[in-house]
């Protein structure tokens, strides 16, 4: 095994010299840098030693592909590891010796992370004498993922010169199959397949059907009922009664003049993807505004980082006032990110998205540092401050502590824990209820007030108010937009209860002078909306206040909010 001197440490346990065929380990799913190599590999592609190798390849693992098949073994190494959820790669590539000649790779990889580091250990075959006529699925009968590519890129050449226009791809998959092979074994699982297979070649007779790869497959029709096919293939997947969530997802794409078919393929699996997590869609159509969503969704998730670190991410303030004072008692601090490509983009864009991909701990935690720095600043002009509230995710207490997270800072910049109030979601209260419960006592015995957002959006809100101490509820004002006086019997009941029970309560969304009026008969203690300010950056925020005259609550015995 030859060595490349660079500063990437491995573990001489993942890999064995004696192994036969080639053997590499890189480093980095973005750089591929090369760090061990086996003669095989640096004689595979025609190099002397691995010296000449390394120059060869440019010292990346990327540098052995063809060019143009870099982006999809790429893209399939990603994919893999998605779906799959575990660390084992396949792939098959193109590689270009040092004298021209081309190499048909199989390429079998373990990702492993070390010290914060990713690295890939390879094994990999040459697979030159097995020609693409050969990618048959050993379970299913049908054609694999390159010899599906290569039979539709020809069929769809001969038939737009025929002036056939109407050609679709259909991506097919099963959410969780993962999870159904756990369940139920891999002998089941492989019996699944089949029968996916047979449905497909069924519905679809003489036309062309691959299984990809693991359980998602694609389809090239000229003819397509989309709704039709999607509701008969969830049929056929619900008569096998295995319950959970084991549901089908169908994408569609319509194959443009000059489309590649890799690519292709790819769009049709990105509009199955768009609904993977919706329980109430079974089917989507690839369409120009879905691949411009998409587009978004992309660029958000990967310059998240960018965001953070350039500030684009800033945060943004609203006032509450409380309700007998008509004073400025707190602030709610909400996030705004205000991009140099996309301009403003909403939170009810960005969330979902770094919700879906856990990154909301990283935009959460971002967020704290960002208050506490406000605050402190303020403190040290001399300048009166109120408590600030901000939510915390569910993703939150999954990805990491948030408590921990929230008190270290807090303390770092010298902040009094009451300065601070904690928003958890009536929904994740319910879905994460030891959790939730163990992280309140942590933030109660350290003096930090934990609120209820959202209440009464859920089914369990009784329960909650039941089960979890928390010191004040947030009610949305659309809880009584029809204006009802059911709705009024229902707000102002439910702010009595609160009351008896010891928990102070702050509707959302207050709009208008009526509302103020019917909140303040009711005895709610705080109030907040547009009716006293939108969200804004905190110097322009605290200016309006000043000049419509609102002052500030001054003691910090008024953040101690009991009950009246």
Known sequence: MRSNDGEGKLNK?????????????YRGMEEGEILEAN?????????????????????????????????????????????????????????????????????YGHRVLEAQEVFFYVFLIDTA???????????????????????????????????NFDQYLLYVNITDFKHFNVEYGSEKGDEALVKIGQFLKGYFPNQFISRFYADHFMVYTDQVDLEDFADRFFQEVTSWKVG?????????????????????????????????????????????ELGEK???????????????????????????????????????????????????????????YLEEKNLLFQLDSYMVEEVCKQLRTQLDLGNEVVPVSMNISRNDFIEGDPF???????????????????????????????????????????GYEVWMDDYGSGYSSLNVLKNFEFDEIKIDMAFIRDSSERAKIILESTINMAKNIGICTLVEGAENQDQINFLTSIGCEKIQGYYYGKPMPYEPLMEEIRRKGIRLEKRLKSQLDSPG
């Open 13 to 25: 346990d993942h890999y064995r010299t004696d192994m036969p065929g080639g053997y590499l380990v």
């Open 294 to 352: 998409l587009k978004r969704k992309e660029y958000i998730i990967t310059h998240l980082g960018q965001a953070l670190e350039q500030h684009y991410l800033q945060a943004y303030y609203q006032p509450v006032i409380r309700t007998f004072s008509g004073k400025l008692c707190s602030l709610e601090a909400l996030c705004r990110w205000i991009d140099p490509v996309l301009g403003m983009i909403s939170p009810g864009e960005f969330v979902p």
């Open 244 to 288: 959970g969530n084991f549901l089908p997802k169908v994408g569609c794409y319509k194959i443009q003049g000059k489309d590649e078919i890799r690519d292709a393929c790819e769009f049709a699996k990105m509009a199955g993807d768009y609904i993977k997590k919706d329980v109430s869609r079974i089917s989507c159509l690839y369409t120009r």
């Open 129 to 163: 004498r097995k020609k693409i006529h050969d990618d048959i699925d050993s379970i299913t009968g049908l054609v694999g993922r390159n010899r599906f590519i290569d039979q539709v890129s020809r069929v769809r050449d001969l038939n737009w010169m025929a002036g």
């Open 404 to 446: 921990s997270i929230i008190d270290q800072t807090v303390k770092e910049y010298g902040l009094n824990p009451k300065l601070i109030c904690i928003e958890i979601t009536e929904s994740a209260a319910i879905t994460d209820q030891s959790l939730i419960q163990e992280a309140m006592e942590h933030f109660h015995e350290a």
């Open 39 to 107: 003669d095989y590999v640096v004689k595979l592609l025609g190099c002397k030693d691995f010296k000449e190798f390394l120059s060869y390849t440019k010292d990346s693992f990327w540098g052995m592909i063809l060019p143009e098949d870099v982006k999809e073994t790429k893209a399939e190494i990603m994919g893999q590891l998605e779906f799959s959820g575990g660390d084992d790669t396949y792939v098959c590539f193109r590689a270009k010796a040092k004298d021209g000649g081309i190499l048909f790779i199989e390429s």
